[in-house]
């Protein structure tokens, strides 16, 4: 995480420690593509401990890699408790996660129950509601501008509520006997205080006007088996809805029946499933004739706190409050190819450029402030000289205040940026085997760190380049094949 993400994370870690009793312990794991304990273990959360753990979270930044999310559950499983002490995991994150399979059944192994926030739109969500489902816990997804803090420290509260579970229903009215009903399906996943239950049952005749809903706790013991936890609802008629409820509790009972069963009902009900959806084909006998559509990109405007970064900018002297954006930059200079691919596009910033939402009397201080930049990024480029290394180059263009975006680069791109002659000739090498270039680019840049451990590329560039590989469809593949290369071209040169 980075920018408002990261300094939200940090104010709501703060509350959540204040909100510790006496007798829990507690740890807090940070991690990226390395991890890092604050406490050896768990420990009590006394005011000394806590006094310790705000000092260091007030210094908390966005600076350990990418999203190692296995290392970090494994030393969080293993960070000793007392023994039998039920331990809960709160996890906060905002990437994608790999080796899905194996860190599922690792977590419920663990027997740990899993309280998930999931940040931003990188994460895996069904995924992460999987682990969070399969553990006994609960899932949240939330955005940086949606007052992150605070969904988080509610999610927190959930781990000390009593676990519901089982929800059922009893239809009964004053003339006749009381029914029972399970839902359909089961409602497995375990319920906390302020979710919403959707329950539906079927039954036969005129609806009651009440019902009695009620619920299994963890609590329950030998002494009050027959204790009855839940309420009385009173039900509303639902008229003309032209039955979507029905089919709604159609859809549901789908899954635990036959084939056979289930085309029926599907059909009963007009539900589209993989039996009973089909697709139209109509063969054009002139499609040979006709021309293959032609792809353009169309530059678009970046939104404000885009993907975490930054924060909005409102300018409070206007009374017509308006939120901003990264404004597009675009460059041109004498030489094209003294000019890195990515930045090589129209000659000028006009008024066009500026959507017509954001044209009004700040419309020109935006153009000014566009303007001035490429002015200075083509008077940097006539005087400046080689880089030294391409995180130098990278690392230096583009910053958290830069509104530039990462584009696609090209091999020749990176060596004018000073990336090593060896590197070079293997993605020239790779290239010529048949992978695109620009793929095999993003990919080097993805691998970058793991070999230039003395001259990283920042924490922002870094996550540029994770947006620009997800956009271009690199796949794990290929930037295993780029770092074998590397490491045989590494042992040769050491032999």
Not at 135 to 141: I, L, P, Q, V
Not at 194 to 211: R, S
Not at 390 to 397: G, Q, S
Not at 414 to 438: C, F, R
């Amino acid at each position: 995480m980075a920018g408002d993400s990261i300094a939200q994370a940090r104010v709501a870690l703060i509350d959540m420690l204040n909100l510790l009793d006496a007798q829990d312990y507690f740890n807090i794991i940070l991690f990226g593509s390395v991890h890092h304990q604050l406490f050896n273990e768990s420990v009590i959360a006394d005011s000394t401990n806590i006094s310790i753990a705000k000092d260091k979270l007030q210094i908390l930044a966005a600076n350990l890699g990418g999203t190692e999310m296995q290392p970090a559950l494994t030393a969080a499983y293993n960070s000793k408790t007392i023994p039998h002490l039920p331990t809960d995991i709160l996890l906060i994150t905002d990437g994608q996660t790999w080796s899905e399979d194996e860190l599922l059944a690792n977590a419920t192994h663990s027997e740990h129950r899993h309280f998930i926030v999931g940040v931003g739109s990188a994460v895996s969500e069904a995924f992460l509601s999987n682990l969070a489902n399969q553990t006994g816990g609960a899932s949240e997804f939330v955005t940086p501008n949606e007052e992150m803090n605070k969904r988080i420290l509610q999610h927190f509260k959930r781990i000390k509520q009593t676990r519901i579970y089982n929800p059922q229903f009893s239809l009964s009215d004053k003339y006749a006997a009381p029914l029972c009903f399970e839902s359909v399906p089961a409602h497995n996943s375990a319920i906390f205080l302020g979710d919403t239950v959707n329950l539906l049952c079927q039954y036969e005749g005129y609806p009651a006007a009440i019902a009695d809903f009620f619920f299994e706790t963890e609590c329950n013991s030998l002494e009050n088996e027959n204790e009855v936890y839940g309420s009385t609802i009173t039900l509303s008629q639902k008229v003309n809805d032209q039955g979507l409820l029905a089919r709604l509790a159609a859809h549901d009972r789908l899954v635990g029946l036959e084939k056979t069963e289930a085309i029926a009902l599907a059909e009963k009900y007009q539900l589209l499933t993989h039996d009973t959806s089909y697709i139209l084909v109509k063969h054009n006998d002139n499609c040979g004739q006709l021309p293959i559509p032609e792809l353009q990109q169309i530059p678009h405007q970046p939104a404000a706190g885009q993907s975490g970064f930054g924060s909005v900018d409102i300018n409070s002297s206007n009374t017509n409050q308006t939120v901003y954006g990264a404004p597009p930059v675009t460059v041109e200079a004498a030489d094209p190819l003294s000019i890195p691919a990515f930045l090589r596009k129209q000659s000028e910033v006009d008024d066009l450029d500026i959507p017509a939402f954001l044209k009004n009397e700040n419309s020109h201080s935006i153009l000014s402030k566009a303007k001035s930049m490429i002015q200075s990024f083509t008077d940097n480029k006539k005087t400046s000289i080689r880089y030294s290394s391409l995180a130098d180059a990278l690392n230096e263009e583009f910053t958290p205040d830069n509104p530039i975006a990462l584009s696609e680069l090209d091999i020749y791109d990176i060596e004018e940026m000073g990336e090593t002659e060896e590197v070079i000739e293997i993605l020239y090498q790779l290239e010529n085997a048949g992978y695109s270039e620009q793929k095999l680019v993003a990919a080097w840049l993805s691998l970058y760190n793991e070999f230039n451990s003395d001259n990283q590329l920042s924490r922002h560039v870094t996550r540029l380049i994770r947006v620009l590989c997800k956009e271009l469809d690199v796949n794990g593949s290929l930037v295993e094949v780029i770092r074998i290369e590397v490491l045989q071209q590494t042992a040769v040169a050491s032999q």
